[in-house]
């Protein structure tokens, strides 16, 4: 994407989006960030050409920091304007469309082309609730976050390049190398459905008893970065057969050391980027997450099984050979 007219810059906001950048061979001249967490990654990958956005500020529970939040943002986003324009960036790689910060970037009258990239489940589905989405964006608004379209999820993807590697089939992820063991037990990849309160902990807990229920094999439950450890060891503590994985290198680095018989998630993009197909499975509905799981079966390009019951989730998992390296 490197233009001699212009200095082109990528705003990954996790570690799937700079893989993304790896193995798609992108050069960004810059690499824009406004999470502390991603600046050692990012410098490390790409030396000399990371520029730090910073970011909103959240406001705490009083109308004294709601209204200092919102005084700090009014003063954000021209900062970002001006850093923009100072770097001279006339193209942008972004991977997330309906957050205040890429909302505002798509408005900036110096850049001539941007190309959305792939964010993994939610690029391609809609998997939480159109209210949920707009009361978030109206808090959002509240704080003083960029407010056009904050209660919308989608951009007019028609003025954008879109990149992705299931519905344009034009951008790759390459899958980890073989595991150098293997583990007769079923992976359950985590997700912060209790943190981002889209269930309960009592349904959490019945969910994974559940899925525990329906294993023949152990269990071990991969925690996602944004999982509470607490409330995990508390909630998994009267569930014998499953074992929190206390790797904490992310799901990648693990797969390349361990193979499993199958593996699970109630919704996570980890499962897409495996690329074990055969052995993987959605479970959305175990965990009283019903509208995920029709959204899943309604996507056509869906590489992985969306399972509905433990007894269908049985029935599956048998079918399959343990000892077969995945």
């Known amino acids: 994407m490197a233009d001699p007219t212009g200095i082109t810059a990528a705003l990954p906001r996790s570690l799937l989006h700079l893989r993304f950048l790896i193995d798609n061979d992108a050069a960004p001249d810059i ?36 209204l200092a939040a919102r005084r700090a943002n009014r003063a954000y986003y ?18 997330l469309e309906g957050e205040p910060l890429e909302r505002f970037l798509l408005t900036l009258p110096t850049i001539d082309r941007v190309e959305l990239w792939e ?16 009361a978030r964006g109206a808090v959002q608004a509240a704080a003083g976050f960029y407010a056009r ?28 190398p073989p595991p150098a063991g293997h583990r007769a037990e079923l992976l359950l990849i985590g997700s912060p459905l209790v943190e981002d309160r889209l269930i309960a902990r009592p349904r959490f807990v019945r969910g994974l008893a559940s899925v525990a229920a329906a294993s023949p094999w152990p269990v071990r439950y991969l925690p996602h970065p944004r999982e509470d450890r607490t409330r995990l060891a508390t909630d998994l503590a009267p569930l014998a057969q499953v074992i929190v994985e206390p790797d904490a290198a992310g799901l990648m680095t693990h797969a390349a050391r361990y193979g499993y018989a199958a593996y699970a ?6 499962l897409l980027d495996l ?7 959605f479970i ?21 099984r969306v399972v509905e019951t433990g007894e ?13 390296p995945a």
């Open 31 to 66: 690499v824009l960030f406004r999470d502390p967490a991603m600046r050692a990654p990012l410098d490390a990958a790409f030396p000399g050409r990371t520029l730090d956005l910073g970011r909103e500020q959240l406001p705490g529970r009083t109308p004294a920091s709601l």
């Open 78 to 95: 021209p900062h970002v304007r001006a850093l923009i324009e100072q770097a001279g960036i006339r193209r942008l790689i972004l991977f």
């Open 119 to 134: 964010d993994g489940l939610s690029h391609y589905v809609d998997l939480t609730d159109p209210l949920w989405y707009a």
């Open 149 to 176: 379209s904050i209660l919308h999820r989608r951009i007019d993807r028609s003025r954008v390049l879109v990149r992705d590697r299931f519905a344009a089939r034009n951008l790759r992820l390459l899958p980890p």
């Open 265 to 270: 998630a109630a919704v996570s993009t980890g």
């Open 275 to 281: 690329d074990r197909a055969d052995r993987s499975l």
């Open 284 to 304: 959305p509905a175990l965990f009283g997450l019903n509208g995920m799981a029709r959204t899943l079966r309604q996507w056509e390009a869906n590489p992985v």
């Open 312 to 324: 269908e989730l049985q029935s599956v998992l048998m079918a399959l050979e343990p000892s077969t």
